[in-house]
């Protein structure tokens, strides 16, 4: 069966480093998403994808970087991690951004702490 | 930038129906109501979309004012399974195309 899977699933790591967390789909959805949710909070958009080689900046873009060099993954890096980018993220796909409808399908999540 | 207004929680007596009220009232005519639900820490679920009409599926009902301005999602039995955080959600245009905008949803509680 087609899915989306997020790795790693949990992430400790040191402020100051680098961190990439993964996300891969099978269902061969041109459209990547990555949010994070804090506590008691909705999703918040981070970046998303409309193809191979296409990136947009979303709401809360600063410090966080993506690319897409296949249909299916799209690899989110901390630069340099933050406290303030402890959170849970949670990456989506979806099949056409220019259709009227377009149903994301969300990852099981991945919860990063930046001690 | 969310361009919807939910309560922020409800609840609801198993059994009964649950009716989830959403404003969008800067909606434009071409957009799609959508909602999704948020069961503990998993990610988000989509539950239902429409445009102008009533929708109906196996998990809820969407009612959609003729102004389109405000939607209903109904759960018609809720269930101790059903108590999850509700988002309705518009698209909004962005760089390249449309993005999905999250806001803080509805927690529904669901109580015996």
Redesign the interface.
């Known amino acids: 069966d087609a899915e989306i899977t997020q790795s790693p699933r949990h992430k400790i790591t040191e402020t100051g480093r680098q961190v990439t967390l993964a996300c891969h789909q099978t269902w061969n959805h041109n459209n990547m998403?990555w949010?994070r949710q804090d506590l008691g909070?909705?999703?918040?958009?981070i970046h998303?994808s409309?193809g191979v080689h296409?990136t947009?900046?979303?709401?809360v873009s600063d410090g966080y970087s993506v690319s897409r060099s296949n249909t299916e993954d799209l690899p989110l890096t901390l630069e340099s991690a933050a406290s303030s980018q402890t959170s849970?993220y949670?990456c989506?796909s979806s099949e056409s951004?220019?259709a009227?409808?377009?149903?994301?399908?969300?990852?099981?999540?991945t919860r990063l702490t930046v001690l | 930038?969310?361009k919807t207004t939910q309560p922020p929680s409800m609840d609801c007596a198993e059994g009964r129906a649950a009716n989830l009220p959403c404003n969008h009232s800067t909606i434009s005519g071409?957009e799609?109501v959508?909602w999704?639900r948020q069961i503990h820490?998993?990610?988000?679920?989509?539950i239902i979309?429409g445009?102008k009409n009533n929708e109906t599926n196996e998990m809820a009902s969407l009612i959609i004012t003729e102004d389109r301005k405000s939607s209903t999602l109904i759960l018609p039995h809720a269930t101790l399974r059903d108590t999850a955080?509700y988002?309705c959600i518009v698209r909004v245009e962005?760089?390249?195309?449309?993005?999905?905008?999250?806001?803080?949803?509805t927690r529904l509680f669901v109580k015996a």
Do not use: C, M, W
Not at chain 1, 41 to 45: E, K
Not at chain 2, 41 to 46: D, E, H, L, V
């Open positions: 998403f949010y909070h909705g999703l918040r958009l998303y409309y296409d947009n900046k979303g709401e849970v949670f989506a951004a220019g009227a409808y377009n149903e994301q399908f969300f990852g099981p999540g | 930038d969310a071409n799609y959508y999704y820490s998993q990610g988000p679920q989509y979309h445009l955080v988002y962005g760089t390249g195309g449309f993005k999905t905008i999250f806001g803080a949803g």
